[in-house]
């Protein structure tokens, strides 16, 4: 069974809840399962526990909230349901190796300018390129204002798009060796804003000759205007005469992406792939060679 959309409900339902009180019990009724189902479900999908996301979700917006604002160490404590300053304290350097209080003076220095989205161009995110088909027309970069987990996220937006059917990618490419005859999963955290076409996670397997194997764009499940973090994923097979795996974000039209996590993990042959069929079919025999047969038809077409 695909789990898949049941969990980003889920996850979506935990990120509009996150200063509320949550319990496993409250989001397994409303993921419609029993608690011992749903904690099976959820940790197999993001590979962590229920409490873990909800806390590191939390920290996350804390550490966002120290960077970014003078609001009181205890109000964001009690903010994101930890009954006490000391207990928040305890949790926030377990995960970011600071007490909230010295994080504050020294990360918030470190990592933004003037307070404000922290740019980069694409030469300056390490491991990642901007492509596309208009990539003159969008940035890509890192924020350290609206992160998932850590201290930052990636991020893709539009500046100067003309039209609808301008397009760009942050992406990388990496040989194939350590998948080759394995099925993959690829997944990562992604949150929008006036996305006016769509956006989506990609990957792309090719030969050495650069034919594509096995491809998917989410363009069946498009991610458009605004959407807090959600967790999705794309899962391909890595057929042994593979060579590259290309991957990314794309952002089609207008709008901004952030992206967060990515994960590479091999999965059992009975989660199904996401395959986009992209080659066209070939025909038996050549046909209409002396051009005789004319146009085609609206049926044929």
Not at 59 to 77: Q, S, V
Not at 122 to 142: C, D, M
Not at 219 to 227: A, L, Q
Request: hydrophobic share 40%; glycine share 6%.
């Amino acid at each position: 069974m695909n789990y898949q959309p049941v969990l980003q409900e889920t996850i979506r339902f935990i990120e509009d809840h996150l200063t509320d009180e949550l319990t496993a019990a409250q989001i397994a009724d409303y993921a419609g399962f029993s608690l011992y189902h749903f904690h099976r479900v959820f940790q197999t999908g993001t590979g962590m526990t229920a409490a873990e996301y909800i806390r590191n979700r939390r920290l996350a917006r804390a550490a966002a909230m120290l960077r970014c604002t003078d609001e009181p160490i205890i109000n964001i404590a009690l903010d994101f349901q930890f009954g006490t300053q000391e207990s928040f304290t305890r949790a926030f350097k377990k995960q970011y190796q600071l007490p909230p209080g010295q994080y504050r003076k020294l990360i918030g220095t470190i990592l933004t300018e003037k307070g404000g989205e922290q740019m980069e161009n694409q030469q300056e995110v390490k491991g990642w390129f901007l492509s596309g088909s208009h990539p003159f027309n969008y940035k890509i970069g890192v924020d350290t204002n609206v992160v998932h987990q850590g201290n930052r996220s990636g991020y893709l937006k539009s500046t100067t798009v003309q039209s609808g059917e301008e397009f760009a990618t942050m992406m990388q490419q990496f040989k194939a060796d350590k998948f080759l005859g394995k099925r993959v999963k690829l997944s990562a955290y992604m949150k929008t804003e006036r996305v006016e076409h769509f956006a989506g996670l990609w990957m792309r397997i090719d030969n050495a000759a650069g034919d594509v194997l096995q491809f998917d764009n989410m363009s069946n499940r498009p991610i458009t205007g605004n959407t807090n973090w959600n967790l999705y994923s794309i899962v391909l097979d890595v057929p042994e005469t593979s060579s590259v795996i290309s991957f990314g974000v794309i952002l089609s039209n207008t709008g901004h992406v952030w992206m967060d996590s990515f994960k590479f993990a091999e999965v059992d042959r009975n989660v199904p792939t996401t395959n986009l069929e992209v080659t066209a079919q070939l025909l038996e025999e050549p046909v209409n060679l002396s051009f005789e047969d004319g146009l085609f038809t609206k049926e044929e077409a």
